[in-house]
């Protein structure tokens, strides 16, 4: 994902790159891209100025009355003292220095704390961002797999033929997909075949004797491999009664011719 594309969420993470809380692999992809990218890496850049500048621009706060009287009893301290005071008040001094710098210690954590969470927020929303752009992509991919297995496996039908009987009556649809070599045909009309008998699908050549592409079973749809050289150059096609397993050999047809009809190829 190109993250030039995504503004906002290059700019937090940005943000986080500078802080230091974005890590791993999230940390890598955000130094592969800028290592390409001028604008990204002048986007990091001046996030860690930003960050760098955080102590000037902290809100200003009124200190306690206990710090102020601190502050005077340091002044009082600058004063000349008597010898024999002066070493007790140093101790004395030193510990109000480092109670103030305590204080001030403090201050500077608070406010420290409230950046990090803020930018903690900021962060987790990238992050959920990222996520769902991330998911978005993945389900693309899905569909783009399922189109293509869709389109694969979507027949390809150049050759159809309608086989009638002896009355005309649309009897077999027969449909052919050179792309997957199949056959298909469909039973329109009611005729049933005996236990004892098969139905043979013929292609009925400009010269030469006919040639077998298959024995049907008595589903209304059967399903036959042939290749398109078989089918290309007869101009119609016939099914035949035959003995139950259809005809063994050669030969061509030995029952009776229930359906025939010719063969046309699709524009």
Do not use: C
């Not at 940005?14 to 990204?40: C, D, I, M, N, V």
């Not at 621009?57 to 710090?67: F, L």
């Not at 109670?99 to 992050?127: D, H, M």
């Amino acid at each position: 994902m190109n993250l030039l594309d995504h503004p906002d969420l290059a700019d937090r993470l940005a943000a986080a790159y500078a802080l230091g809380t974005l890590r791993g692999g999230a940390r890598r992809r955000f130094e592969a891209q800028a290592r390409r990218s001028p604008r990204l890496r002048a986007n990091a850049l001046a996030w860690q100025e930003r960050f760098a500048a955080l102590t000037e621009i902290q809100p200003a706060m009124d200190p306690s009355p206990n710090v102020w009287k601190r502050i005077e009893n340091v002044i009082a301290a600058e004063r000349p003292r008597p010898a024999g005071q002066r070493a007790g008040y140093r101790g004395w001094s030193s510990l109000v220095l480092w109670r103030v710098a305590a204080v001030a210690a403090s201050v500077a954590a608070i406010g420290a704390v409230g950046v990090n969470l803020y930018l903690g927020g900021q962060l987790e929303r990238s992050y959920s961002q990222l996520a769902q752009l991330e998911q978005s992509r993945s389900a693309l991919a899905q569909d783009k797999v399922r189109l293509v297995s869709q389109l694969q496996g979507t027949p390809d039908l150049q050759y159809v033929a309608v086989l009638t009987d002896d009355r005309s009556a649309a009897s077999v649809l027969v449909t052919f997909d050179p792309k997957h070599n199949t056959l298909t045909l469909k039973r329109l009309g009611e005729f049933q075949e005996g236990a004892d008998k098969s139905l043979q699908l013929w292609a009925l050549p400009r010269s030469g004797a006919p040639q077998s592409l298959g024995v049907l079973g008595s589903s209304p749809i059967v399903k036959l491999t042939a290749a398109e050289s078989q089918v290309r150059e007869a101009p119609a096609l016939a099914i035949s009664l035959e003995p139950r397993g259809g005809v063994p050999g050669p030969g061509g047809p030995t029952g009776p011719v229930l359906f025939k009809g010719p063969l046309l190829r699709a524009p």
